[in-house]
Nanobody, 125 residues
């Protein structure tokens, strides 16, 4: 099992930016497709973005496209989520997810074995 630890959450004003990090304990991290989800108060979990293990292909949901950027550093076993132009609607707990050799589509469905405990992002108006 892979341990995922998110960091970088906090309080930011509308229009501000944050960069989330997710450090993974995985051996052969480069073989893991990585993604980010969030869960706002009273709502279900929402897929946001993913980066494929082999091609570094990325995918974003429409609500964050153009504002969020996912990237990875295989040498540091870390995936990042750069979030710009934040709004109060982005307030949520953000979770990192990962699994070995899976497609982005599979990860986007939440069919993954490894989840972090989350980091809280609060955007004030």
């Amino acid at each position: 099992q892979v341990q995922l630890v998110e960091s970088g959450g906090g309080l930011v004003q509308t229009g501000g930016s944050l960069r989330l990090s997710c450090a993974a304990s995985a051996r052969q991290f480069s073989l893991y497709t990585m993604g980010w989800f969030r869960q706002a108060p009273g709502k279900g979990r929402e897929f946001l973005a993913a980066i494929h293990w082999s091609s570094d292909t990325t995918y974003y949901v429409d609500s964050v496209k153009g504002r969020f950027t996912i990237s990875r550093d295989n040498a540091k076993n870390t995936v990042y989520l750069q979030m710009n132009n934040l709004t109060p609607e982005d307030t949520a707990v953000y979770y990192c997810a990962a699994d070995r050799l899976i497609s982005i589509a599979t990860l986007a469905q939440g069919s993954v074995n490894n989840w972090g405990k989350g980091t809280l992002v609060t955007v004030s108006s």
